[in-house]
């Protein structure tokens, strides 16, 4: 589905406030309630918009540490791959799962309490991962800058 300038400021709108009522969200992208409304509901339906969520403070749930996990794999073959993603998705504490190209296999954003946890992590559930040859960590020492919002230009 092509998006319009339209589309673009209501989906920068919902972005930074998911919340925000229809005659609001009309009145700031300068529409009528009804068409903002039928373009909510058709960038949803085409999949544009993805789901809505409440974003939870890491430091105020108990989870400040960020560890950044690189993993190989013995052998890069479907069945090995599909076995370690399926496993990988039951681990709450992995924000994030990514396929990568270069020395290894995978890159993990782990959530954690603090060291413990992770050695935690790392011992009961990394390690028993399928597939898994190597496993690297790097210690997030502080964020930066972390976006939710893609930039739509």
Known sequence: ???????KLILKALQKDGRISNVQLAQQVSLSESA??????????????????????QNAAGL???????IGLHREVESELSAFEDAVRNIP????CYL???????????VVAD???????HK???TRLPGVARVNSSFGI??????????LH
Do not use: H, W
């Not at 589905?1 to 589309?7: G, N, Q």
């Not at 809505?52 to 403070?57: H, I, N, P, T």
């Not at 502080?142 to 930039?151: C, F, S, Y």
């Open 1 to 7: 589905m092509p998006i319009d300038r339209y589309d």
């Open 36 to 57: 903002c409304l039928r373009r909510v509901r058709a960038l949803e339906e085409s999949g544009i918009i993805d789901r809505y969520a409440a974003l939870v403070s």
């Open 64 to 70: 400040p540490g960020n560890v950044f996990v690189q």
């Open 93 to 96: 504490e992995v924000m994030e």
């Open 100 to 110: 990568m190209s270069g020395e290894f296999d995978y890159l993990l954003r782990v």
């Open 115 to 121: 060291m413990a946890d992770f050695e935690r992590i």
């Open 124 to 126: 009961t559930e990394l």
């Open 142 to 151: 502080r964020t930066v800058q972390r976006k939710t919002e893609l930039p």
